[in-house]
């Protein structure tokens, strides 16, 4: 005998579909998928949106989300096959033998019950331990998941505690059953980067502690790297490549694997400020109507003509809300904005055309960024008619000039939002902005809800379209690599105030700011033991103070 | 104060506040018509004599907002005026035919209720099979017919034709043993039953759906919990705020019910007394019966917000 | 565009058609007059001449109930058209103005809903007189309550979706906004909507005809047939089942037509695939 815990052979998943208007249909999720896990390893499952990831993670619990079922193969958990076992013995494998960490824990914990209740139930309910022994182990792992007051936090209901205590509040709640093998579905995925950090660390240790085997499932290779021993490539519910985090890493055989692994790694050369900046924001303070707080204070940064701002930092910091002042759509409480030379009026009507047209923005959900009623050709075209009264075949050819440039061929301008792709939308978002000839686009968030492959098509787009269109960028987001990606200068923003501001080499090198530092080293990087080397660093530190 | 007594005063002021309001449209509503409201309820042959005395019986003379506060003082010291038709304390007819319709929409309710909740319980259970698609079916024809027509065809069928239980309430009497007066109300109770039930069963069914799809039901799914216990550790503690809202609606919604119901089976309630005032113009009779049904409805909604307030943990823990 | 139709839904068109027809070609079809005394007996039972009997004076059962479905579909389509024309104006434009305008609209509609709508219909008829067109406003601007609501909830949530905040970065006007980027996604939920107020105008308005504060005699609609041959179901005649049972399958194929187009709709809506 092996000491195989989970032996998976020709998994098949399905799903039936109701596409409106047709009948029902059945599509194959995953079309037959081997791997084997080893007691006490871990293994990466890596792959974009829709390669079956999850869907396979939860297979290991014999269990199917929505209208998704398992169509064929064989999962064997401890040896026997648990896709033709009863619902008896499927109910005695999950939350005993296999337990499962969600992405939200916000979502996953019951709003109505203690943490404490929740998190020894299954423990209580599979016979592991009596009640008194079940919450002493909660503790213990309380503890060593690094959770303040370990020995009360049980006490609390869900909404009292933190996002990030939370998740980690999950991983006890897995782990509380003494469990074979524990399934992390995007455990970190929904967290501010410095938080993933904290709660990466507390899991890996946590796996290592308990010697417990799991499957680690995520987008983010860098992530992945740090905690798996083993890493399994997807794609489209196909294995694309299966190795050692080091082959995988360093030398991926692949193509796809290969792009995954170089993502991100866009060379951009930083442009020196230009003497006139397109864009001045000085002295802006800005709260929300019936709030006691200043989200914004006293933001002052230059945007230079042709360049990118990059204004970063994580939610809540108020970058979001800077551009909405910006727009004019939050009037500032104080300070002015200085744009191409004139004063911007506060509040967006009062506006002239000029100035609505120069300054355009595109979104980080491109779904809801476009009617869903209108055409491509429509959504781009209404801009040419609005701010040049461009018209008929004159219309047309612009159109297909920016289609060009956003590298979608000619068929596109009669389709619907809903017949493109997450990447193909966020594109024709961009035709919309350039069709207006602005002098300045605010970028919210643009990337961060694609696919890393696909992001970096859009972010080598948007490069390529400031050489050739002379726009600036206000480029807001939370992801480190983006900006190194993209930026000529930089503004990093914390709890509504701008901390660092320079050239992108100037807020990039040392000395940094305690913040900045933490921020920058927070951001997962490419390579073995970088985590370690984190909390090494860190330590070292804290040790020094 | 916490937070949860903030609110609690918030939303009962609230209701307080909408009472008053709604004593106002109602005062309002009965003064709509420009031109002589005793010509209007006497009709056009009325003699100059009986034109004067409707006059000054309803005070037309004063000016509005003066009749407006006598009639609010009133209602707040209890008295709610004399009817016009004939002469009576309107106290005395309404206090013995509310305990009446109370009666009747009691009995309705206690039928009805843990019903609908048992069918929607088993639409849920049976989600999409035949069960629920039967169950869907009954409740789109039910909503589709009006009180009355279900009424009359069960009073047709198990009235006249089986001759189960007495045809209409004519017999009805306040003071004989309980059996009797509910064999007397037997089909008024069964029709207002079903008219709520289709409604309330559908929407528990709507309201436990949402709480089994949270990702907290899965969390305990994935535990192996078996599906009774999920029910009733994780979804019914999230689901008694929607399902009392359910009822609370329903609730109200019975009280317009009954008014129908109770001319349909000449049951002597507040309804059909209602009903009956309208027809002969009597205006303070109908601006009192507007008033109680207006406060009963209003009152069941309040119900329904205070207990979400009181079940609702971010409330009850504050952080 | 070929879709296939699911059978209730077909059985709903097909009876929402049929009632439509009669209700609109009245006076071709019905053999006697509304108002004709055909009989000199009363509750006559029914036969190759009366096919559904006469009613409690002698006039032909079935001629009444064609004229009278014609009247309840006409006061139903007209006070549905009101009340669905004030609503969602009104809904839209709180919901695209907001600010104050939202704030007084809404909290008046609160106000009106939280009287039920057959009492406040009682006791405004208390006092006017009971006449078709007041009967239309009375109903319309009751029912305008329940589409302002709904008019509103769809408009706000289609005024936070971004493509209309870049509508107005780029300096649309209201017009624009309205017609071109909310009207055309709020659509479709409405125009469910609409029949399912279109059933409930069919009965309230039977509901007030039974009560006696509806279409006034010798005028009748189904609701106010029903009340004339009450009378005869204590001695055993069920000739008020008549109009009862065709309101009821009146409102039951309206409702089935639009669940099909909501059911639609909402496939339409949903995100997942």
């Known amino acids: ?545 | ?319 | 565009m070929f879709v296939r139709i699911p059978v209730a839904a077909m059985l709903g068109l097909f009876f929402t058609g049929l009632f439509f027809f009669i209700a609109i070609f009245a006076p071709l079809i019905a053999p006697f007059g509304y108002d004709e005394v055909v009989s000199q007996g009363f509750w006559d039972p029914p036969s190759s001449e009366y096919l559904l009997g006469t009613d409690g004076i002698g006039r032909d059962l079935l001629s009444r109930m064609i004229y009278g479905l014609r009247t309840t579909i006409w006061i139903a389509t007209i006070a549905t058209i009101l009340s669905f024309v004030t609503g969602s104006v009104l809904g839209f434009l709180a919901a695209v103005v907001g600010g104050w305008v939202d704030q007084a609209l809404s909290r008046f509609v609160d106000l009106i809903m939280s009287i039920p709508s057959l009492i406040f219909a009682l006791v405004i008829l208390s006092i006017t007189p009971i006449t078709v067109g007041v009967l239309i406003l009375v109903m319309g601007f009751l029912d305008s309550t329940r589409v302002y609501r709904l008019a509103r909830a769809v408009a706000v949530d289609i005024t936070v979706m971004d493509y209309v905040e870049a509508a107005r970065l780029r300096g649309e006007k209201t017009g624009w906004i309205i017609f071109r980027e909310i009207l055309p996604n709020a659509l479709s939920p409405l125009v469910a909507e609409m029949g399912l107020r279109f059933i409930f105008m069919v009965l309230f308005i039977s509901t007030l005809s039974f009560l006696g504060l509806g279409i006034q005699p010798p005028q009748a609609d189904l609701g106010g047939i029903v009340k004339e041959n009450t009378e005869g179901l204590t001695y055993g005649i069920g000739a008020a089942l008549w109009p009862a049972l065709t309101i009821a399958v009146l409102a039951i194929s309206v409702n089935l037509v639009a669940d099909w187009i909501l059911n639609r709709t909402t496939s339409l809506k949903g995100g997942r695939g």
């Open chain 1, 1 to 545: 005998m092996t000491d195989e815990i989970l032996k998976v052979r020709g998994l098949k998943i399905g799903a039936t579909i109701y596409p409106p208007g047709e009948k029902a249909r059945d599509i194959a999720i995953v079309h037959g998928v081997d791997f084997d896990l080893e007691r006490g390893k871990v293994l990466g499952l890596i792959g974009e949106s829709g390669a079956g990831k999850s869907t396979i993670g939860l297979a290991s619990m014999a269990y199917g989300r929505g209208g998704v079922e398992l169509t064929g193969g064989s999962v064997e958990v401890n040896g026997r096959d648990i896709l033709k076992t009863g619902i008896r013995d499927i109910r005695s494998l999950r939350g005993g033998e296999v337990t499962y960490v969600s992405q939200s824990a916000a979502a996953s914990f019951n709003p109505a019950r203690k943490i404490m209740e929740q998190v020894t139930e299954a423990a209580i309910l599979h016979g592991k331990f009596g009640r008194k022994e079940a919450e002493e182990r909660a503790v213990t792992l309380f503890r060593k998941l690094g959770l303040p007051d370990p020995e009360n936090i049980g006490e609390r209901f869900p909404h009292q505690v933190s996002g990030g205590q939370l998740q980690r509040c999950m991983t006890a709640l897995a782990l509380c059953p003494e469990p074979d093998l524990v399934v992390f579905d995007e455990p970190t995925t929904a967290l501010d980067v410095t938080t993933q950090i904290d709660v990466l660390a507390a899991i890996k240790e946590a796996i290592r502690d308990t010697g417990v085997a799991a499957l680690y499932i995520t987008h983010d290779l860098a992530v992945v790297a740090q905690v798996s021993d083993h890493i399994m490539v997807l794609r489209m519910g196909d294995m694309v490549e299966y190795g050692t985090v080091d082959q995988i890493i360093n030398s991926p055989k692949e193509d796809y694997t290969k792009a995954l692994v170089s993502v991100r790694s866009i060379e951009h050369e930083e442009k020196k400020p230009t003497s006139e900046p397109v864009l001045k924001v000085e002295g802006i303070t800005a709260r929300y109507r019936g709030t006691n707080f200043d989200v914004l204070k006293n933001i002052n940064v230059d945007l230079h003509p042709g360049q990118t701002l990059a204004i970063v930092g994580e939610s809540g910091s108020g970058k979001s809300t800077l551009a909405r002042v910006i727009t004019g759509l939050l009037p500032p409480s104080a300070g002015q904005i200085t744009f191409n030379g004139r004063t911007l009026t506060p509040d967006q009507p009062s506006r002239p055309l000029e100035d609505l047209r120069e300054l355009q923005m595109i979104y980080q959900m491109a779904d809801t960024a476009m009617n869903p009623r209108q055409t491509v050709g429509t959504i781009i075209g209404r801009p040419l008619e609005f701010y040049f009264g461009l018209k008929g075949s004159e219309k047309q050819k612009r159109i297909q000039e920016l289609l060009d440039e956003i590298e979608l061929g000619s068929g596109f301008q009669d389709r619907y939002p809903a017949e493109l792709s997450g990447g193909q939308k966020q594109r024709v978002c961009i035709a919309r902005a350039l069709a207006a000839k602005p002098k300045m686009i605010i970028c919210d968030e643009v990337t961060s809800a694609l696919d890393p492959l696909v992001a970096d098509g859009i972010l080598k787009l948007l490069l390529n379209l400031q050489k050739i269109e002379d726009v600036a960028y206000l480029f807001i987001t939370h992801d480190l690599a983006t900006v190194r990606a993209i930026s000529d200068s930089i503004a990093v923003m914390y709890q509504g105030e701008v901390v660092r501001y320079g050239s992108k080499s100037e807020v990039l090198s040392p000395p940094f700011d305690d913040y900045t530092d933490l921020l920058l080293s927070s951001v997962p990087e490419m390579r073995l033991g970088w985590l370690e080397d984190v909390l090494a660093n860190r330590k070292m530190e804290s040790a020094g103070n």
């Open chain 2, 1 to 319: 104060m916490g937070p949860m007594t903030k609110l609690l005063v918030q939303r009962i002021s609230l209701g307080l506040l909408l009472l008053l309001l709604v004593s106002v449209v109602i005062f309002v509503g009965t003064m709509v018509l420009p031109g002589d409201v005793a010509q209007q309820i006497l009709g056009q042959s009325a003699t100059p004599e009986a034109l004067a005395n409707l006059r000054a019986e309803l005070g037309v003379d004063q000016p509005p907002v003066a009749r407006y506060f006598e009639w609010l003082g009133g209602l707040l010291t209890g008295d709610l005026g004399t009817a016009l038709t004939s002469g009576q304390s309107i106290n005395e007819a309404v206090g013995r035919r509310f305990s009446n319709t109370l009666f009747l929409a009691v009995s309705a309710a206690v039928i009805a209720v843990p019903l609908a909740i048992f069918l929607g319980l088993l639409a849920v259970r049976y989600r999409e099979r035949w069960p629920d698609k039967l169950i869907s079916a009954t409740t789109l024809t039910t909503i589709s017919m009006p009180e009355f027509v279900i009424g009359y065809i069960l009073m047709f069928v198990l009235g006249v034709q089986l001759r189960w239980f007495s045809p209409t309430s004519v017999g009805y009497r306040p003071d004989a043993d309980l059996f009797t007066r509910l064999e007397s109300i037997a089909i008024p109770i069964l029709v207002l039953t079903l008219v709520v039930l289709a409604h309330m069963m559908r929407m528990t069914r709507a309201a436990i759906l949402n709480v089994m799809q949270s990702a907290y039901i899965e969390t305990a799914e994935l535990k192996g919990m078996p599906m009774l216990k999920i029910i009733r550790k994780h979804a019914l503690p999230n689901a008694i705020a929607p399902i009392v809202n359910v009822v609370m609606l329903n609730l109200a919604y019975l009280v317009v019910g009954v008014v129908v119901v109770e001319v349909v089976f000449v049951y002597p309630g507040m309804g059909q007394y209602l009903v009956d005032h309208v027809t002969k113009r009597d205006i303070p009779v109908v601006q009192a019966c507007g008033m109680i049904f207006a406060a009963i409805y209003i009152g069941l909604n309040l119900v329904a917000d205070i207990v979400s307030i009181l079940t609702n943990p971010r409330l009850r823990h504050p952080k």
